[in-house]
């Protein structure tokens, strides 16, 4: 029997930063757990077990010396008792899979690991303990503050009603926000807010739920008609202040509602103000609407590309960017995945159309870096938009180059298959070129469009075959790419100034 008492946990993993990271993640003591130790792979943390036997392990799954899943499966065996919650990156998910036969009780990735989600998987371990209870269900909480945590923690809501009454004898309830800006004194910003709060909710009651270095959430109870007044309040406060900003939920009116309203309501806007950095006050239902679906796909835009028309290829880019930066519902890494994955695509692009890329490939990397260190939409977008301007001027100044050593490879090309059909758009796939650009080089360089010239390569083989008596002007209308007899004869004499017949006469003579 597991001994009554607080949870003991050990923490399990080679990265120093993750381990302090989930050591900061949760108010241990408060929640009623007790961290024990930490190890940096398996064979540390067997030691630590056979020694201080603790109730809970969160261990890594890639380790050196000995991995997660050893790890899991000697614990197991040796340590029946013991719950194992894993932790893992999404590459590693078949791995986690295997663990559960060994009866592990959850798994987080990483990528998705935070306080909530680790005070999760360490209650429904808690619960799988045999004879182990924090009591935290059952405790009688004497204090709006203990309530408050009790039901921010998730913990099934008890009959504390006289206390709500007493404490919040107004029939609403909305949960308020205050964000400091990071570039500057929070110690002394922090301090400031603090004292002007009961002058800025005078006529409320407030109480803190979480208050952290540069984030402060309140409870505010409210009769439902002073909500206006409300937000007309904190958006005076808002206007008036550059250096922090106000978040507003919406009114409900019970308590228990207390932690989905925070979840619903004051964190997504934190999200959110990512897209909304030069907003010192949100409110979800004051956020503009959401436009409606793209038509952007990247194989469309990569096809386009590939066909040159750059101008019609960067354009639909630039009209994509813009939609994506408005869809604030979009988490913040989606976003700049999504772009950071235009920027891949494209020097994937210009390096298969043989454009130089020598210089860009070490940019590219430092654009990568650059959005994901990015704090809001705004720079993430001047970030791409640079590097969108470095390609166009790469491409403006390798395209003549290109065109010059690729021409009389075309110019080849049609002289040897001037019998086939051929078209300008053909032409330009085939050779990677801009079908508007091809048009004109014809036009500038030999005065005629395309289809002139063809005709003029034609009409020059056809000569030659009128030389021969013996093959027939209908055969040769064939021979030089025509197949409508009468066409070629009414394109010849117009080129020549006779018809063929009477041109095989003049040569013959």
Known sequence: MIEQGRCKVLIVDDEVLIRQGIKHYVNWEEEGFTMIGEASNG?????????????????????PIMDGIELTKKVKEEYPEIEVIILSSFSDF?????????????????????????????KQALHRLPNFDLGLSKQSLTTMEEWIRHLMAGYEPVNQKQLEYESFPKSHFCLMGID?????????MKKHILEQLPSILEGFIYYPILLEDCSFSYIINMDKGEFSSLVTTIKEVARRSAQTIWLLGEPFEDMIQLQKHYEDGLKRLRDY??????????????????????????????????????????EDLNQYIEYMAQQY??????????????????????????????????????????????DNVERVKGY??????????LISSQMNDQSQSNMPQLLSYIDQHYNEPISLAD???HFHFNPSYLSTYFSQHYGIGFNEYLNQIRIEKAKSYLENKHVSISEI????????????????????????SKYRKSRLV
Do not use: W
Request: overall charge negative; aromatic content about 14%; some cysteine.
């Open 94 to 122: 078949d791995y986690v899979r295997s663990t559960f036969q060994s009866g592990v009780a959850d798994y987080i990735l990483k990528p998705k690991l935070e306080g909530s989600e680790l005070l999760k998987a360490l």
């Open 384 to 393: 791409l938009y640079s590097f969108l301007e470095e390609v166009q001027d």
């Open 329 to 374: 519902t979009v988490k913040e890494h989606e976003l700049k995945a999504i772009f950071g994955n235009i920027i891949f695509n494209i020097t994937i692009l210009l390096e298969g159309m043989k454009f130089d890329m020598n210089e860009m490939q070490q940019d590219r990397y430092q654009y990568f870096a650059m959005i994901n260190e990015a």
């Open 273 to 314: 103000q990512f897209y909304f950095p030069n907003r010192n006050f949100l409110m979800l239902k004051e956020l503009p609407r959401l436009t409606e679906e793209s038509s952007f796909e990247l194989n469309h835009f990569i096809d386009v590309f590939k066909r040159r028309d750059f101008d019609k290829a960067f």
């Open 477 to 500: 209308s064939g021979y030089v790419g025509y197949s409508d007899h009468s066409y070629f004869c009414k394109v010849f004499k117009k080129m020549t100034g006779m018809s063929p």
């Open 180 to 188: 400091l800006k990071l570039e500057q004194d929070t110690q002394k």
């Open 43 to 63: 064979e540390e943390a067997l030691a630590i077990i056979e020694k201080e036997n603790p109730h809970i392990v969160i261990t890594d799954i890639v380790m």
């Open 427 to 429: 032409l330009a796939e």
